[in-house]
Structures are given as structure tokens and as C-alpha cells.
């Protein structure tokens, strides 16, 4: 043990579960060469100072995908300790409005049944999102 440790950084990101009419999730696949690449995610990023999580979110959607959604309830937060940093995802419900999904920022962009995310990779903090969201399909 020595040395002085620096804090890890702490990441605050605005996520988007956003459904369709049909039932489906976009869920998009992070550029390969980056951070946490080839996984799927939902897509979201980071709060700028200044913004709500419903403002990021709007925004986020229109940078990555150009589509319009509608944000609605939280969904969930998780705080979840990566190793070389920790993130807090504000995870939100939103309908998708109109536009088609463009894939500005991410490898490919698919619209998923709930019970078929299983099949796809995404990072470890996402483990709960997929529960909640089978959850909700069953009650439905
Ligand atoms: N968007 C999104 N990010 C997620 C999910 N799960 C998860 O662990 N993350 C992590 C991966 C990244 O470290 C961070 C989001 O980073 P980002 O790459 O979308 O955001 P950003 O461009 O604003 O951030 P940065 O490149 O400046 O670090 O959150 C998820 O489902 N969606
Ligand atoms: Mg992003």
C-alpha cells in the first residue's frame, strides 16, 4: 500500500428506455473501438451542468439517433462501480414520437423485445434496467 490515490470519476448519464407502439426497446451498439465497445446499450450520456435529466435525455436522443420521443417517469437510478470509474444512471421511460433512428454515434441500432435482451451483451449496471423491464412485460 502506497502512493496517493486520486478519486475515481464519477459519470452521471441520462438513459432512454424508449418503447414503441409494438412493445419493443431501441437499444443501440457502442462504436467498437471505444470504452465498453461492441456492448448494446440504451442510449443516453452525460448530464451537461445546467440540465435536467429529461433535457439531457431530449437532447442525447436527438445527437445520437435524431428521433422524437416523448421522456417520461423514472424508471430506476443505478449506481454502479466500474473499475476505473463509477456511473449513475437516470434511467427514464420514454415513447418514441416519429424519425427513423439513425446510427450517428453507435454501430447499429435495433428495436428489441424485452424478453429477447438476454441475447444481447450490454455493460453490468444494465442488469437491473433488463429485470425491470421483464417485470413490467409480465404484468402487462
Ligand atoms: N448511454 C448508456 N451508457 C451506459 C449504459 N450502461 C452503462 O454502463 N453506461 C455507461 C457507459 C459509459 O461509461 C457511460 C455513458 O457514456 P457515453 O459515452 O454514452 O456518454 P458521453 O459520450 O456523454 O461520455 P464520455 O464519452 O465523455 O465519457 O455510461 C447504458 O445503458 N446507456
Ligand atoms: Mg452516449
Known amino acids: 500500500m502506497s502512493g496517493i490515490s486520486s478519486p475515481k ?3 452521471k448519464i441520462g438513459v432512454a ?3 414503441n407502439p ?3 426497446i ?3 451498439r457502442r462504436k467498437s473501438d471505444g470504452e465498453m465497445g461492441g456492448l448494446w446499450e440504451f442510449p443516453g450520456g452525460k448530464i451537461e451542468p445546467g440540465e435536467t435529466v429529461e433535457e ?3 437532447r442525447e436522443i436527438k445527437e445520437e ?3 422524437e420521443i416523448t421522456v417520461s417517469d423514472r424508471l430506476t437510478t443505478i449506481t454502479h462501480d466500474y473499475q476505473t470509474f463509477t456511473v449513475t444512471l437516470y434511467v427514464h421511460l420514454c ?3 416519429r424519425g427513423k433512428p439513425q446510427p450517428i454515434e453507435c454501430e447499429e441500432i435495433q428495436w428489441v423485445d424485452p424478453f429477447l435482451m438476454n441475447q444481447y451483451q450490454f ?3 444494465n442488469a437491473k434496467i433488463i429485470n425491470l423491464l421483464q417485470q413490467r412485460g409480465i404484468k402487462q
Open 9 to 11: 470519476a464519477h459519470k
Open 17 to 19: 428506455v424508449i418503447s
Open 65 to 67: 439517433l435524431d428521433i
Open 26 to 28: 431501441l437499444i443501440d
Open 95 to 97: 415513447q418514441y414520437i
Open 123 to 125: 455493460p453490468q449496471a
Open 56 to 58: 439531457c435525455i431530449e
Open 22 to 24: 409494438k412493445g419493443k
